[in-house]
Nanobody, 126 residues
Framework: QVQLVESGGGSVQAGGSLRLSCAASGYTYSSYCMGWFRQAPGKEREGVAAIDSDGSTSYADSAKGRFTISQDNAKNTLYLQMNSLKPEDTAMYYC????????????????????WGQGTQVTVSS
């Protein structure tokens, strides 16, 4: 059974940094895509960044230049390094994985992903 467990969220001031982690277990897909999504209260879930098993990445315009997605295959862990955080980055952040999917220019949409973590809260104060 696929399990995804996010960690690393917290409260920071604008301009600060956080690194989110997503520990994955229970799958051995050789081809997959993993992504970070976020959802703020009253808003739809939106994609932040994605990476596939070939290492290709994509970012939402709001994340470009500030966020970096990476993965450590040896540790089965996905990361999201977030720098220069803004109050509008405040949201619950989720990681997701889906086998046999590749990154696209705009990132696979949330509906593509079948496995999700429980989320980690990020709060950025001004």
């Amino acid at each position: 059974q696929v399990q995804l467990v996010e960690s690393g969220g917290g409260s920071v001031q604008a301009g600060g940094s956080l690194r989110l982690s997503c520990a994955a277990s229970g799958y051995t897909y050789s081809s997959y895509c993993m992504g970070w999504f976020r959802q703020a209260p009253g808003k739809e879930r939106e994609g932040v960044a994605a990476i596939d098993s070939d290492g290709s990445t994509s970012y939402a315009d709001s994340a470009k230049g500030r966020f970096t997605i990476s993965q450590d295959n040896a540790k089965n862990t996905l990361y999201l390094q977030m720098n220069s955080l803004k109050p509008e980055d405040t949201a619950m952040y989720y990681c997701a994985v889906e086998p046999n999917v590749v990154v696209t220019a705009t990132g696979p949409p949330a509906i593509i992903f079948g496995y999700w973590g429980q989320g980690t809260q990020v709060t950025v104060s001004s």
